[in-house]
């Protein structure tokens, strides 16, 4: 199965509710590694993991019971920047977690980590700008973002290298000129 499909599953037919389940609080997804996921090397295709994490990230809704609140609000998440890390190759048939937890939030981007690891070792680590948008087009802010989500506290702050990264790329807030 492509990750485009396990996505497209994930969000459609969603896993349940983890109950107590907080926006800060990490969501694992356990996967394995399949032939489409292999480059001409036999491991994983960089890109892949961009689609692995996408998956993961829709499973950290679901644990939320986000999905179903989104749709009612027709709201979405897209990417607007991430960064990846690479310590360790995964090859064919390799099971592996993803563990993503939200860092934090600014006015326009929510901040999350997304960690590869395969027994218990480092595998990958990603940072992940994401934003949400409305069908018509509209940017959401993300502490509404939050507080729909059940966190109607502000941010935490955000971890330096994070904080530093999202101010070199340009997509954390910034006020109007």
């Known amino acids: 199965m492509t990750r485009q499909i396990q ?11 983890v109950p107590g389940r907080g926006l800060l609080d990490v969501s694992v997804t356990a996967l394995r590694v399949t032939p489409a996921d292999l480059d001409l090397y036999l ?12 998956v993961a990230r829709t499973n950290l809704l679901a644990d ?3 999905l179903p609140t989104l749709r009612t609000e027709r709201w979405y998440p897209v990417v607007a920047a991430s960064t990846v890390k690479y310590r360790r190759s995964l090859r064919l048939g390799e099971r592996f977690e993803i563990a993503s937890r939200v860092l934090g939030w600014d006015e326009r981007v929510v ?19 994401g934003r949400f948008l409305s069908r018509s087009g509209d940017r959401i802010a993300a502490p509404r973002v939050a507080a729909l989500l ?12 994070v904080a530093a990264w999202a101010a070199a790329l340009d997509v954390a807030h910034r006020d109007p000129d």
Do not use: C, K, W
Not at 43 to 54: E, I, K
């Open 7 to 17: 996505l497209a599953l994930a969000a459609t037919f969603p896993r349940r509710p």
């Open 43 to 54: 491991h994983v295709n960089n890109g892949v993991y961009l689609q692995m994490m996408d």
């Open 64 to 66: 939320l019971g986000a």
């Open 111 to 129: 901040y999350l980590e997304q960690v590869f690891t395969r027994g218990g070792h480092l595998v990958a680590r990603a940072i992940v700008a």
């Open 150 to 161: 059940g966190h109607g506290e502000p941010s935490p702050d955000l971890p330096p290298d």
